[in-house]
């Protein structure tokens, strides 16, 4: 197997992934070019997961020798499967429990023998979640002075310092905040993923207090959703066959990737991807944010009124992302306009050629950027 990685690869960086691979049974082979810099992996790498390792920023492409003409970054159909019990995780704790954090709660509950804790700012949810078995008790966030070294004696709590794996479903500040006001709590060693839906702030603000305070902070995006939100119609299998980002803190060390899909396997993600949130918060302005400002706006037509008998799967597939948390989605769009602007001058600008070739009566215009549409969708995404 051969990885190409970046020109930007740091010596420390390759040595650490280098390190990796030998802890797996492969030996590697380094060569610097002046054009490329290559990584030869000897052994059985069957048991690599090759589209993690693409993911990572240092590298450009994985190519299997057995099969030079496929490229092992482009998506296949193994499944990563991790290892839940390898992980060593006892606890979780899930704070936030609308329809995400709900769903993580419901897939440990369902595929671990984790104890499964949770804490919502709306307690009766909690309870609730308690009720119908999803929960094993209340997360309570600090543990008393006079407690000790000891869990809570009442199987219905347990503190955030029990927690092995922390997950928090909050709003993008709130995440924030909770990491803040909570960094004392959390236990030392722990793995604390959070599920918000930019990553530059959150990790901007949360690395530094993870390395203070001694546990793991990792940001995170679960790929998945739904049209209405709330814990009544979170399930366990949300995120089957999903794609999971995750923003490590550094995005090569890939023990800490390991680490965190053993973490995540019992939620069954199709795939997890390794970027940094800068290029998180870039993409997820296009293939995200647009949508859904797109979608808002285009359902603001007058003549959206009178669509009934009119409409089709276009319809319904331009409008699904309209009806949206308003309140949420402003704190997002916010947060990330610079990528989001960009974006919408591309957009308007494009759309100002088909109003223009419109308004011209230019039939070989409007043919022509028709055109480029058809074949720029055939080369993103096939046919």
Not at 153 to 178: E, H, K, M, R, T
Not at 180 to 199: P, R, T
Not at 201 to 209: A, H, S, T
Not at 289 to 313: D, L, W
């Amino acid at each position: 197997m051969i990885a190409i990685l970046e020109e930007s690869a740091t010596k420390e960086q390759i040595d650490e992934l280098t390190h990796w691979f030998e802890e797996q049974g492969m030996r590697c082979q380094f060569s610097k070019g002046d054009y490329q810099t290559l990584l030869g992996i000897i052994g059985d790498t069957s048991k690599l997961d090759t589209e993690l390792i693409a993911s990572l920023d240092i590298v450009k492409s994985v190519t299997r020798i057995t099969n030079t003409g496929k490229k092992d970054n482009q998506k296949s159909s193994r499944k990563k499967d991790g290892d839940f019990k390898r992980s060593g995780i006892k606890t979780i704790g899930i704070v936030g429990l609308g329809l995400i954090g709900g769903s993580f709660a419901k897939a440990y509950k369902e595929y671990t023998n984790a104890r499964v804790l949770g804490y919502n700012r709306t307690v009766s949810t909690t309870h609730f979640a308690i009720m119908d078995g999803t929960l094993d008790g209340e997360l309570l966030l600090e543990k008393p002075a006079d407690a000790g070294d000891q869990t809570s004696g009442n199987y219905n709590q347990g503190y955030l310092s029990d927690c092995d794996l922390v997950i928090i479903s909050l709003y993008n500040q709130a995440i924030i905040d909770f990491v803040k006001n909570n960094a004392a709590n959390f236990k030392k060693g722990a793995l604390v993923i959070d599920a918000g839906g930019l990553k530059r702030r959150i990790c901007r603000e949360c690395f530094p207090i993870a390395r203070e305070y001694g546990f793991t902070f990792v940001g995170g995006h679960p790929m998945a959703g739904k049209k209405y939100s709330g814990y009544k119609y979170s399930t366990g299998k949300l995120y089957r066959d999903a794609s999971m980002i995750i923003v490590p803190d550094e995005s090569y060390d890939m023990f800490l990737i390991e680490r965190i899909k053993d973490a995540l396997c019992p939620c069954n993600f199709g795939s997890i991807t390794v970027c940094s949130a800068d290029r998180h918060d870039q993409m997820i302005a296009f293939t995200s944010e647009m949508a859904h400002i797109v979608s808002n706006a285009y359902i603001k037509s007058p003549t959206a009124r009178e669509h009934r008998g009119f409409s089709a799967g276009s319809y319904k597939d331009m409008t699904r992302v309209a009806w949206l948390n308003e309140d949420m989605w402003t704190e997002i769009f916010l947060e990330n306009k610079d990528n989001l602007i960009y974006e919408l001058d591309t957009i308007i600008k494009y759309l100002d050629e088909y109003k223009e070739a419109l308004v011209n009566n230019d039939s070989q215009k409007l043919h022509d950027i028709l055109h480029e549409g058809k074949i720029a969708k055939e080369e993103v995404d096939g046919v």
